[in-house]
């Protein structure tokens, strides 16, 4: 059973514009998430976090908003850049596991 | 640069014969973790470690298994190799935060 779903497999978005990627989750245990960005034969690389104590958090081009009632998240990208191609990975654990929960991925295509 | 480098990179296999890939970190990181990626199905976990000795399963453990006899070293084991076994295996290990660094990937073909 998929806990952490991100339902849009694709995203084509315009260089410069914003790039929005979804998440949803099912357990209300998962307290901490994180965005994982993946090129084409190589590792997922880490890009933010949020902890459940927060809303939100931000990193240069890169925010993540939490909303627990909704058991959502997104990442917002701003401004997209070709680089950004990628697909992204959506991720939770909750403090008493180890273990993370990944999304299928959504892969995001950036066209100048 | 979490340090972790990932052995072979590349494998075709055929299908029964024994497999072994190895993660290797130098930072001394507690936990490390191997998963699956495979396509439609994001990654899913196949066992982990919270140190020397001390292993445990994961979502799809079924078909391997796993040593870690050294701190640095996280061994995992197909002992008889199948066609649905044919992946993309990524290590990774658990940083300061709770954030978990992934390895550079093995690609393993079983024939």
């Known amino acids: 059973d998929q806990q952490v779903k991100q339902n849009s497999p694709s995203l084509s978005v315009q260089e410069g514009r914003i790039s929005i990627l979804n998440c949803d989750y099912t357990?209300?245990?998962?307290?901490?998430f994180l965005w994982y960005k993946k090129y084409p034969a190589e590792g997922p690389t880490f890009l933010i976090s949020?902890?459940?104590?927060?809303d939100k958090n931000e990193d240069g081009r890169f925010t993540v908003f939490l909303n627990k009632s909704a058991k959502h998240l997104s990442l917002h990208i701003v401004p997209s850049q070709p680089g950004d191609s990628a697909v992204y990975f959506c991720?939770?654990?909750?403090?008493?596991?180890?273990?993370?929960?990944f999304g299928k991925g959504t892969s995001l295509l950036v066209t100048p | 640069d979490a340090g972790i480098t990932q052995s072979p990179r590349h494998k075709v296999t055929e299908t029964g014969t024994p497999v072994t890939l190895r993660c290797h970190q130098t930072e001394n990181h507690r936990y490390m973790y191997w998963y699956r990626q495979d396509p439609g199905h994001g990654l899913r976990l196949i066992h982990y470690s919270y140190g020397v000795k001390d292993t445990d399963k994961g979502e799809v453990s079924d078909g391997y298994s796993v040593s870690r006899s050294k701190t640095e070293d996280f061994l995992l084991t197909l002992e008889s190799a199948t066609s649905s076994q044919t992946s993309v295996y990524f290590c990774a290990i658990m940083g300061p935060h709770n954030e978990q660094f992934f390895g550079p990937g093995t690609r393993l073909t079983v024939l």
């Open positions: 949020i902890s459940s104590i927060k």
């Open positions: 991720a939770a654990n909750s403090n008493s596991g180890y273990a993370l929960n």
């Open positions: 357990n209300s245990m998962f307290d901490y």
